[in-house]
């Protein structure tokens, strides 16, 4: 008879697993809906863009694609060519952007000392989150200015607009990349050095290698960026009727900047919002056509696909030689034929080779002076020593153009951004000012709005994006169809400009939040943008679980863990890095995105946090566009709005960091210092406002020096002891 012990342990596991079933189920259900609700989305943006043709007989199709001039008051509606300078000018971009941003991460992760390597992050994540009504401003200024002083061309040129986008998503590449740089197995790493490689060949031979996906994960978000950026594009080129252009020194149009420009001007039900439609249309359909093919090169050199066709070749190979071995090579296909001509070719191939190296070698041998053995290894230490230098010196060179863009832009903010840049203009939740007729509204409202929007979209995005990862990472089995389609779902998604998500808000979301029972329209772009961040968070975190070792979560379950329980307590954690980095992403878009709001909103300033919660509004990086667009452009206000998104990122970055490093008392400490300063300036407090500032600059600056101090000279436990050594003593 089986003992009581036994029966309920029996009885557990079953229970157990019983849990783990329904959560997979569950799991899979919520994917499903999720799949479902991204293919009804772009069904209805495709359909409406598509019924366009048929409403209106003077739209036609034809025209719309293949023409080369677009001007609405003409009713010359041509996109086609806006879609072909919109990759082109994408295309560049990256051209610029990978090589810097890679070596930029590979810089950060393995060369410079560990001390340093935060704030390196942080600034990268500072550049990240940096809005693109800033850096078209910064392009808009100062690329212009230079391509124009360089060429003698006049500014707006395409060449101005490639610097400006490489510049923009070069961070983007850079802060994922390092995620997936430091996901690497060390044991490679370390074996290559061990077999006599250089550091900086097993970087690039190894480590870059090992992490080519996570890194192609990075170049698809930063060309879905490039692809949809319109607000910069629209600062800084100087747009062009015709096209398409393929001269870096003529003028342009991208497809997204022309429909930024016109989609808030337009009546609705017009010939020219349906036009929009189909623009939008358009250009989902070439970013899935994109996206199907770099999703194509993405299984093709992803490891276990290569291994596995490499298995089947060799499996092949061996049935073609058992073959002709039992019978002969009459009885071989002409396939088969083929491949067994093919490996003999080779096999006598590497014969000859073998024998013309020993023979070189032999008369090398005999031709080198005996003295040479003797500094052989010398001479090989030197060489290696001085190819690392130079490798070191390439991509230290490299990853400075980084740094300096952020000197750059941040000296741009600061010189006149810090002259109006008050606790009153951040305070005032109505109209701060007015100059030259025009209103400068303050920033208390903006910043709420903000704020609002990162809490309601983060904890969306997050929550769902999680929930997925774990359901694609650990209860999907890889090189699936189902899988495949789920990973090319989510590339689409990170390749839809925020613009189309947008416009998708305005169609989905306003009319659920704002109608005659519900008047909560924030939730509009809140919900919007939330699908905006959620790729982001979910190829990152999905990188985060691959890069675990299998061995952990084959432990795991050995010792009687189910898939769920094994998620928790073991892969959750290690893979938290990674969720970080993605959370602080998804804020920095979240902060810098202006073209969700204004396609929802307009460029409305509400005087209230009330009147924002009802209707919606401008966010911080929405109040610098509108000010960009007014005849006399505040140059002050632009800038000083920047300075304090800075300021936002990089006390987020900080919260994130010390997360990431354990800080959790840091952590706690600079969290309450935001929430008493933010309470400060909502409630127009300046004394409550120093306060919180004194606390952040606590927990950023002195508590972590006086946590070195106390390190080196044990202050506190020397109290200690005084302490309880004169309670004794009492």
Known sequence: MKSKETIIRKRIQTKKVKRDQLTKNALITITSLFIVFIISFIFILISKGISAFFVFDNFSLMNFLFGNYYNPSSLAFSSGFMIINTLWISFLSLLIAVPVSVLTALFIVKIIPKAFKSTFVIVISILAAIPSVIYGAFG?????????????????????????????????????????????????????????????????????????????????????????????????????????????????????????????????????QSSMFAMASLLLVTILIVFSGMK??????????????????????????????????????????????????????????????????????????NSYYGNKNKRATKFKNKRTLLGNLFIVSFSMIGILILLSIVSFLFFGGFKVLNFKYLSTSGIFTIIDGQQV????????????????????????????????????????????????????????????????????FVPLFSNNFIHLNSFSAAFTISLFVLPTILKTTQEGFDSIPSSQKDASLALGGTNWITTKKVLLKQALPSIISSAVVAIGMIIADSAIFITIYGS?????????????????????????????????????????????????????????????????????????????????????????????????????LFKRIDQKFNIIEKIKIRYFSYMGGI
């Open 140 to 272: 808009m200024f100062i690329i212009n200015g230079i391509i124009s002083a360089i060429f003698n061309v006049p500014p707006g040129v395409a060449i101005s607009v490639v610097v400006t986008l490489s510049f923009m998503i070069m961070p983007t590449i850079t802060i994922l990349s390092i995620s997936s740089l430091e996901g690497v197995d060390r044991k490679l790493q370390e074996s290559s050095i061990a077999l006599g490689a250089t550091k900086i060949q097993t970087s690039i031979h190894i480590t870059l290698r090992s992490a080519s996906k996570g890194i192609l994960v990075a170049i698809l978000l930063g060309l879905g960026r490039a692809i949809g950026e319109a607000t910069a594009v629209s600062m800084v080129a100087s747009q062009s009727s015709y096209g398409p252009t393929f001269s870096l020194f003529g003028f342009t149009t991208l497809i997204t900047a022309t429909m930024l420009q016109g989609f808030q001007e337009v009546a609705s039900g017009s010939l020219e």
């Open 441 to 508: 509204y303050g920033l208390a409202t903006p910043l709420f709005g903000t704020l609002l929007t990162i809490i309601i979209a983060l904890t969306l995005s997050l929550s769902i994006g999680l929930l997925i990862a774990i359901t694609t990472s650990i209860y999907i089995k890889k090189n699936t169809k189902f899988s495949y389609f789920i990973s090319l779902m989510v590339q689409v998604l990170t390749g839809i400009p925020s613009l189309i998500y947008g416009i998708i808000g305005t169609i989905i």
């Open 604 to 704: 409305i300033s509400q005087s209230s946090a009330s009147e924002w919660i009802k209707s919606g509004g401008t966010t911080l990086a929405s109040e610098i566009y509108k000010l960009t667009r007014q005849e006399v452009i505040l140059w002050e206000y632009v800038k000083a709005i920047g300075i304090v998104i800075v300021f936002l990122i990089l006390l987020f970055s900080t919260i994130a960091n010390f997360i990431k490093t354990t800080k959790y008392t840091e952590a706690i400490i600079l969290f309450v210092g935001i929430i008493i300063m933010f309470f400060g300036i909502f409630e127009a407090i300046f004394s409550i406002f120093i306060i919180g500032i004194v606390i952040v600059i606590f927990a950023i600056i002195f508590l972590n």
């Open 296 to 369: 194509i090169l993405e299984i093709k050199i992803d490891l276990e696909n290569r291994s596995k066709k490499a298995y089947k070749k060799i499996k092949q190979k061996k049935f073609i030689k058992k073959k002709v071995e039992e019978q002969s090579v009459k009885a071989l296909t002409k396939k088969e034929f083929k491949e067994f001509s093919k490996e003999i070719l080779y096999e006598r191939r590497l014969i000859e080779e073998k024998e013309h190296w020993e023979l070189s070698h032999e008369i090398a041998t005999i031709k080198l002076h």
